[in-house]
């Protein structure tokens, strides 16, 4: 089955800078990957998703790659705020969705 | 739509005791999905259904889990007996058809199995 590996675990970046969160799958079958983002406390939340038949997708400060060749997809968060302090999950799926185990951003003042 | 509710926010349980978990998925999305997020294991799919069939259950770790979706607006996921590993929270999720599209979760049961 699909297996996602998300680099890093623990990340913190001065506000202003920008955050890049790897991720890699293992089932070439994967054509949808989306990314989360969770609160303390709250349920995860879909910010931007990518299909296997796009290379890059930007909404405001967020971006997506996705390389189907090497099996890797990457965010990018530009211009960090306070507000982007979280726990970010990408994910991989082909019919259901599995998750890798997080990335948590600190953004410091 | 209320979204995705889930019932009750939190239990504890001793252990031994049978636990259910309740969800009521959005009407109209076709696709359930259960899911497990602890620290050390982040999210872990469960088991899926596709118009209220189990489609995956390979993620269910042993027997004393077991899962049903009786009818579209209604699933149930039951652990008997509970053990104090099987603290978490249990998030149920649902999507339009499969698990190409967006996932909308529930607000999650937090169990605390003593």
């Known amino acids: 089955g699909e297996n996602v590996e998300q680099h890093p675990s623990t990340l913190s970046v001065q506000e202003g800078d920008s955050a890049v969160i790897k991720c890699t799958y293992s089932d070439s079958a994967s054509n949808y990957f989306p990314w989360y983002k969770q609160e303390l406390g709250k349920r995860p939340q879909l910010i931007i998703d990518i299909r296997s038949n796009v290379g890059e997708k930007k909404d405001q400060r967020i971006a997506v790659t996705l390389n189907k060749t090497a099996k890797h997809f990457s965010l990018h968060i530009t211009e960090t705020q306070p507000e982007d302090s979280a726990v970010y999950f990408c994910?991989?799926?082909?019919?259901?969705?599995?998750f890798g185990k997080g990335t948590r951003l600190h953004i410091l003042p | 739509d209320a979204g995705v509710i889930q019932s009750p926010r939190h239990e504890v349980t001793e252990m031994g005791q049978e636990v259910t978990l309740r969800c009521k998925p959005i009407s109209g999305h076709n696709s359930l999905f259960w899911y497990r997020q602890t620290m050390m294991r982040g999210l872990e799919l469960l088991i899926y259904f596709n118009n209220n069939v189990p489609i995956d259950d390979s993620g269910m770790p042993e027997d004393r889990f077991s899962a049903k979706m009786p009818n579209a607006s209604f699933s149930t996921l039951k652990i008997q007996p509970s053990e104090p590993r099987d603290s978490a929270v249990y998030f149920c999720a649902s999507a339009l058809d499969r698990g190409n599209e967006k996932l909308f979760f529930g607000s999650g049961t937090q169990l605390s199995v003593l």
């Open positions: 994910a991989a799926s082909d019919d259901k969705i599995i």
